[in-house]
């Protein structure tokens, strides 16, 4: 088996058992709609305020519904020793860790496209022609933030307290992405000029590949241990 249907065949296993359960996706929907709710409601309908906030509440929303995806994607292969049945699988290391990743990856997006129509109901904002340009903001930071959380996941999934720690771990660590996704999602709603959000985008692409590189060259470590 090539090294690429190895990830597609650990990513895909990832995938049938989320939409067997549905739990997660169902959870992570109900809680970027809720988080979204909250702030527009507190914010009082102000729309001069809410336009001025309201791509960093965008990924307030998108960041804390992530985590509750990324906290199943390693620490819940530990149910009924399954982790230990993952690492028995005849792929290298890096097959399971990009494995992992693309499912973490497809889950987060998922429910990121299905969060936008709600952003723009709550919001009052119309998004639905800046689309192409918000997914080219949105895939890379999503790809880093599953990347990171993927590598966090599997770093804490010894801890006790692997839940509380996750979270603990990865806000501080992807603060550079979450606020280049914020500033480039700003440049998008303000509908100014696409070329003011390549520095941010250059950023987040930089995110992606160190963390890529530097969770490629761990996870055996990691696993291992």
Do not use: H
């Not at 065949?9 to 169902?26: G, N």
């Not at 280049?180 to 941010?200: C, D, N, Q």
């Amino acid at each position: 088996m090539t090294f690429a249907r190895m990830v597609l065949a650990i990513a895909w296993k990832d995938l049938v058992v989320e939409w067997r359960d549905r739990e997660s996706i169902t959870a992570m929907c109900f809680f970027a709609f809720l988080v979204l709710f909250l702030f527009n409601f507190a914010l009082g309908g102000d729309q001069t305020l809410i336009r001025g906030a309201a791509s960093g509440l965008l990924w307030l929303a998108f960041a804390f519904t992530a985590v509750l995806g990324l906290a199943r994607s390693v620490q819940g292969e530990l149910a009924n020793d399954c982790l230990d049945g993952l690492l028995l699988y005849p792929a290298e290391r890096e097959a399971i860790f990009l494995g992992k990743l693309c499912g973490s990856f497809s889950v987060i997006l998922l429910v990121e496209l299905i969060s936008f129509p709600i952003f723009a109901v709550l919001y009052n904002m119309d998004i639905w022609s800046q689309l192409p340009k918000l997914l080219l903001i949105t895939v890379p930071a999503t790809l880093g933030f599953a990347t990171a959380g993927t590598l966090l996941s599997t770093m804490t999934v010894g801890l006790r307290a692997r839940e509380a720690m996750l979270p603990f771990l990865l806000f501080p660590m992807t603060i550079p992405l979450i606020l280049s996704a914020v500033r480039g999602t700003e440049v998008i709603l303000r509908r100014e000029a696409f070329e003011l959000a390549m520095p941010w985008l250059k950023l987040m692409a930089a995110f992606d590949v160190l963390f890529l590189v530097g969770s490629l060259l761990t996870f055996e470590l990691l696993v291992e241990e």
